[in-house]
């Protein structure tokens, strides 16, 4: 989306990078006047229209596309794509590279290859890593990790976050909050909406919690300190690319006084280009073998990466099914309620459509809280209104800008993409949609139906969490949150595209 596009100033973009959700027609050319006769009679139903109506630029038509960015994000987004990967794996071979996936990602993949999600990860983590994949054209990947395991902490924090607020908090947060995780929503308050900041999550995405403890834990044992480490996300929508640019997601803190500082995630690509990056470096993704890839010491810096990965996928000792398909902050944050209120009972209320519902909790003498699911453009234009007002009250409203959630997002594999299997195609977007939000879903039974034993509930976080902090000696208030800022409308004094370059390849990002 364009950080400062308006109905009032159209002159504010720049070809579409991607397709949008509003494509540009080339309209035909308007003939040429016949010759002025002053004597011609014109009749009314004949006479051109002078009233024509205004251009219209509606929330639908630009919030979360990628296809019509000013010229600062514009560049932020083509220096994060599957040929930058792809050329810092070749110019740094001395650097750790470490890649993060989501579920979303994975979901994606098992649908358009006919696999489980397990076995799609399975298959990333050789194309990466294993000689049958990129490793045998050049360099790879030291090691893959999954979101999986921050996600946990993300939704646990959230809960903590709200039930504070909720108490009357000294952070002085003001209900009710709204997710954070969705950068394209984030985009939108700060630019257009940023009365509204104030009611936004601190609490960074799972994408930049994993970016940040892998940097924050290999640094110190790394050649070359942070700047050897380069952490690569493989996420569901464009928008990610903007959130991994963000001057507020980078971090010194835990470099202790060395100084400097380090973005979370340095590179950020979708679904759909890591299979473009496969087919740059001519792997067959479908004939990846779908076991897990047995790698040798000589084929990781071994004992540092093995430790880490330990270490964050002991996340994964407990975890729940996750109703939703945007990690599930609305239905854990509920269910964090209702324990802390034993007396109390849960309500469902549906929305006027799929993508909108109500949790509503209570005693029989009042309503402790309710929380709100908000996906896509139309249902976000009832919830935000002008002058920065929100046009419901709850607790707490998970918010994200692709209708479906965040398997719907603009970078996953679409139902009519030339990638998917012989036979597994869809007739439209919504049956795709449907298959992959199965296999998104029975990702989390296969995890809780394989737990054994386990830790309780929310208590593996908090020793992960612990030992996060004991090893960077940084507090968990650094480490997991972040903050944001208004957006400036720059319009009539744009930024220079050489400026934009300078803006996007600073260290601390800048968008």
């Not at 919504?430 to 939000?437: A, F, M, P, T």
């Amino acid at each position: 989306m364009s950080a400062i596009l308006s109905a009032d100033d159209l002159n504010d973009f720049i070809s579409p990078g991607v397709a949008c959700v509003k494509p540009i027609e080339t309209l035909p050319a308007a003939p040429d006047p016949p010759p002025s006769n002053p004597y011609e009679v014109v009749l009314e139903d004949k006479a051109p229209p002078t009233d024509l109506p205004p251009a219209q630029i509606s929330l639908t038509d630009c919030l979360a596309c990628s296809g019509c960015v000013t010229s600062a994000e514009a560049v932020l987004v083509s220096l994060q794509s599957h040929n930058e990967v792809l050329a810092s794996l070749d110019a740094h071979p001395e650097k750790i590279f470490v890649a993060l996936i989501s579920p979303q990602s994975r979901a994606s993949l098992a649908t358009a290859y006919g696999v489980s999600t397990d076995a799609a990860g399975h298959m990333v983590e050789r194309l990466l890593c294993s000689p049958e994949g990129i490793c045998g054209k050049g360099r790879g990947f030291d090691l893959v990790l999954d979101t999986n395991a921050t996600r946990e902490v993300a939704v646990r924090f959230a809960a903590e976050e709200v039930v504070t607020a909720m108490q009357g908090g000294k952070d002085g947060r003001k209900m009710p909050i709204l997710t954070s995780a969705c950068p394209g929503f984030v985009c939108y308050l700060e630019s257009s909406q940023p009365a509204l900041i104030p009611h936004l999550s601190r609490l960074k995405s799972p994408q930049a919690i994993l970016g940040t403890a892998v940097k924050s834990l290999l640094y110190k044992d790394v050649k070359g300190g942070v700047k050897g480490i380069y952490v690569v996300s493989v996420m569901p929508c464009f928008d990610k690319k903007l959130e991994g640019a963000r001057g507020e997601l980078t971090s010194g803190a835990w470099m202790r006084g060395e100084g400097g500082v380090a973005r979370d995630v340095d590179c950020v690509i979708t679904t759909r280009e890591l299979i473009s990056l496969a087919q740059a470096r001519d792997v067959d993704f479908a004939t990846l073998p779908q076991g897990p890839p047995h790698l040798s010491p000589s084929d990781t810096a071994s004992t540092l990466l093995q430790t880490l990965k330990s270490l964050v996928e002991s996340a994964t000792t407990k975890t729940n099914p996750i109703p939703g398909t945007s990690d599930g902050y609305l239905t854990h944050i509920a269910n964090h309620i209702l324990t802390l209120h034993p007396t109390s009972s849960l309500c469902i209320e549906p929305g006027r459509n799929s993508d909108t519902i109500d949790y509503v909790i209570s005693t029989p003498e009042k309503t402790i809280a309710r929380l709100s699911r908000c996906y896509g453009f139309r249902n976000i234009q009832n919830l935000v209104r002008p002058g920065g007002k929100l046009g419901v009250e709850p607790t707490y409203v998970e918010v994200m800008a692709c209708p479906g959630g965040c398997t719907n997002g603009g970078g996953q594999v679409r139902y009519d993409d030339e990638i998917i299997a012989s036979g597994l195609g869809a007739g439209t977007q919504k049956e795709w949609l449907g298959r992959v939000d199965e296999a998104y879903y029975s990702s989390a039974e296969d995890e809780e139906n394989g737990e054994e034993g386990g830790a309780g509930e929310g208590e593996w976080v908090e020793r992960f969490v612990e030992e996060w902090e004991n090893r960077t000696g940084v507090s968990k208030d650094k480490l997991l949150f972040t903050g944001y800022r208004k957006v400036e409308n720059d319009l009539g004094g744009r930024l220079k595209e050489v400026s934009a370059v300078e803006l996007a390849s600073k260290d601390g990002g800048g968008w």
